[in-house]
């Protein structure tokens, strides 16, 4: 099940011009290519202290990861509706 644009978008500052969203965690994330299939290459920054306060608020190292992945698609659907040519 895919969250919609508006469930979210306000926990993200998004910069359309670098391709790229800095989320309320100080995660950012930006579009780097296209690999051949299709799928986004990403490039992450802030990810260890992203990590690090995540893991001390959750402290279950799948569900860090889990919300990893979350914020991930939620950049990805960020991306292919506001960034997207």
């Given at each position: 099940m895919t969250q919609e644009l508006k469930d979210f978008i306000d926990n993200w500052q998004i910069d359309t011009n670098e391709k790229s969203a800095v989320h309320k965690s100080?995660?950012?994330?930006?579009?780097?290519?296209?690999?051949?299939?299709?799928?986004?290459?990403?490039?992450?920054?802030?990810?260890?202290?992203?990590?690090?306060?995540?893991?001390?608020e959750l402290k279950d190292v799948a569900a860090v990861e889990k919300r990893r992945d979350?914020?991930?698609?939620?950049?990805?659907?960020?991306?292919?509706?506001?960034?997207?040519p």
């Open positions: 100080g995660l950012k994330i930006g579009y780097d290519s296209t690999n051949e299939d299709g799928s986004l290459r990403l490039a992450y920054s802030g990810m260890t202290s992203f990590m690090k306060n995540t893991y001390a979350d914020l991930t698609q939620e950049f990805v659907e960020i991306f292919k509706q506001k960034m997207m």
